[in-house]
């Protein structure tokens, strides 16, 4: 049996729309799934059914072949061209960046550096054989295929339906969402994003318990805890460097992948010779000694000569009243450098100019954008900001039309 599959034969494995898969005939499926000829990468696209891409992904790593998942079988025979030796998955990323092609980036990584974070993920989160472990994305992500095979690594059920789960890996996104369903589930695994303090206590009243990470699909596992302060995860080395946009976190563990490519071949991850990488993300030391992620370097936004990172910004303005979620991006400004611009999705019948006077009071001139918009945000696949067609949308001017907020303050427009 593989080394993913640790349930008991007669146990549920997978429970995904309405089909409910036991240990013993996932185990079956896997020995007698049908692979391509040759060698080469397998491919297995987007959409493919949950429970057919498990047994796909599963098969191809007791079998030594490398699986491309997100992609298509032509798609996959471009892409193994690209991979490191010794690929085993190459993951579709997701985060808020793609390649130059819009294509998502992809990790390239072995099984064996996605188990070990198995047991200490467990141990941090109290999980067991008995949970029925919800996901909350497509599985072609590799956030949510992790969160199922950490499920079968379990010996516990992974599920697509939130009502009777015991966990659910979510971004604080859908978290949000999830926190004012009746069916709830009584704990949660929280990544992509970083976990505003409101989420936190609107979670806490619910009786939901969080366990957060840090990570990213080239790091995995880097940071854990569950507050706004993170400590290293089990088994990670942190480091944090100076780098153009502020303090850049580095890490060394061996949950570390292979490498990541782009369209053109290359991609974010940065190692050095002491073996450990980056992806370019800020953070900063807390007074109690953690560490605060402040998000992607290339998410800054310069301006005035000032650097603001968007993610704690796009937290603040999240946590005023009537504002469901936020994104904040630079725009190119002959004075300043760049202009911060805010997109708000706004609860039903909230008023843009009302937050915008709130946002006005809470932060400092600086921070504060400069033109404001009330859109639907663009999402990946696993529910972050796309940053990229937002920017786009913003060029095109199809935002609507825009809300002035300095100008009544004397700041440059």
Not at 26 to 31: I, K, R, S
Not at 38 to 44: F, I, P, S
Not at 203 to 210: T, V
Not at 241 to 245: D, E, I, K, P, T
């Given at each position: 049996?593989?080394?993913?599959?640790r349930?008991?034969?007669?146990g549920?494995?997978l429970?995904f729309?309405?089909?409910?898969v036991?240990?013993?005939d996932?185990?079956?499926?896997?020995?007698a799934?049908?692979?391509p000829q040759?060698?080469?990468?397998?491919?297995?696209r987007a959409?493919?059914?949950?429970v057919?891409?498990?047994?796909t992904?599963?098969a191809?790593l007791?079998r030594?072949r490398?699986?491309?998942?997100?992609?298509d079988r032509?798609?996959?025979a471009?892409l193994?061209?690209?991979?490191?030796g010794?690929?085993?998955?190459?993951?579709?990323?997701s985060?808020s960046?793609a390649?130059?092609d819009?294509?998502p980036?992809?990790v390239a990584r072995?099984?064996?550096?996605?188990?070990?974070s198995a047991?200490?993920?467990?141990e941090l989160?109290?999980l067991?054989?008995?949970?029925?472990?919800?996901v909350?994305g497509?599985?072609?992500v590799s956030?949510?295929?992790y969160a199922?095979l950490h499920?079968l690594?379990?010996?516990?059920?992974?599920?697509?339906?939130?009502?009777g789960?015991?966990?659910?890996h979510a971004t604080?996104?859908r978290?949000?969402?999830?926190?004012?369903?009746r069916?709830?589930?009584?704990a949660?695994i929280?990544?992509?994003?970083a976990?505003g303090d409101r989420?936190?206590?609107r979670?806490?009243?619910?009786?939901?318990?969080?366990t957060?990470?840090?990570?990213a699909?080239?790091?995995s596992?880097?940071?854990?805890?569950?507050?706004?302060?993170l400590?290293a995860?089990p088994?990670?080395?942190?480091?944090l460097?100076?780098?153009?946009?502020g303090?850049?976190i580095?890490a060394?563990s061996?949950y570390l992948?292979l490498g990541?490519?782009?369209a053109?071949g290359g991609?974010d991850?940065?190692r050095d010779a002491?073996?450990?990488?980056?992806?370019?993300?800020?953070?900063?030391?807390t007074?109690d000694g953690?560490?605060r992620?402040?998000g992607?370097?290339?998410?800054?936004?310069t301006?005035?000569g000032?650097?603001v990172?968007?993610?704690?910004?796009?937290?603040r303005l999240?946590?005023?009243p009537?504002?469901r979620?936020a994104?904040?991006i630079g725009?190119?400004?002959e004075?300043?450098?760049q202009?911060i611009v805010?997109v708000l999705e706004?609860?039903?019948g909230?008023?843009?100019?009302?937050v915008?006077a709130?946002a006005?009071r809470e932060?400092s001139?600086?921070?504060?954008p400069?033109?404001?918009?009330a859109?639907?945000?663009?999402?990946?696949?696993?529910g972050?900001?796309?940053?990229?067609?937002?920017?786009?949308?913003l060029?095109a001017g199809?935002?609507?039309a825009?809300h002035?907020s300095?100008?009544a303050?004397?700041g440059v427009?």
């Open positions: 049996m593989s080394d993913w599959l349930g008991r034969v007669d549920v494995a429970a729309g309405d089909r409910a036991r240990y013993g996932l185990a079956h499926a896997v020995d799934a049908v692979l040759g060698d080469g990468v397998v491919g297995c959409g493919t059914d949950p057919d891409l498990v047994v992904v599963l191809c007791a030594g490398a699986v491309a998942v997100g992609a032509d798609a996959a471009r193994g061209r690209r991979l490191p010794g690929t085993e998955l190459a993951l579709t990323t985060g960046t390649g130059a819009g294509a980036r992809v072995t099984s064996a550096s996605w188990i070990a047991q200490p993920l467990a989160a109290h067991g054989a008995g949970e029925r472990v919800a909350t497509p599985l072609h956030m949510h295929l199922v499920a690594w379990l010996g516990a059920t992974a599920t697509d339906r939130i009502d789960a015991s966990v659910v604080p996104t978290l949000a969402r999830l926190v004012e369903e069916d709830a589930p009584p949660a929280v990544a992509g994003a976990t989420l936190r206590e979670a806490a009243s619910r009786g939901i318990r969080l957060e990470y840090y990570g699909a080239e790091l596992f880097v940071l854990a805890g569950s507050g706004g302060s400590a995860f088994g990670v080395e942190v480091e460097r100076s780098g153009a946009a303090d850049e580095w060394r061996p992948a990541a490519v782009d053109t991609g991850l940065v002491r073996g450990f990488a980056t992806v370019g993300d800020l953070a900063e030391r007074a953690g560490i992620v402040l992607r370097g290339d998410a800054a936004i301006t005035a000032a650097t990172p968007a993610e704690p910004l796009e937290a999240c946590a005023l009537g504002v979620a994104a904040v725009e190119p400004h004075l300043l450098g202009r805010g706004l609860d039903p909230v008023a843009l100019e009302h915008v709130a006005r932060l001139p600086v921070e504060l400069r033109r404001w918009f859109h639907e945000l663009p999402r990946t696949a696993s972050k900001v796309a940053r990229g067609l937002l920017r786009d949308a060029s199809a935002l609507g825009a002035p300095t100008a303050r004397g427009a």
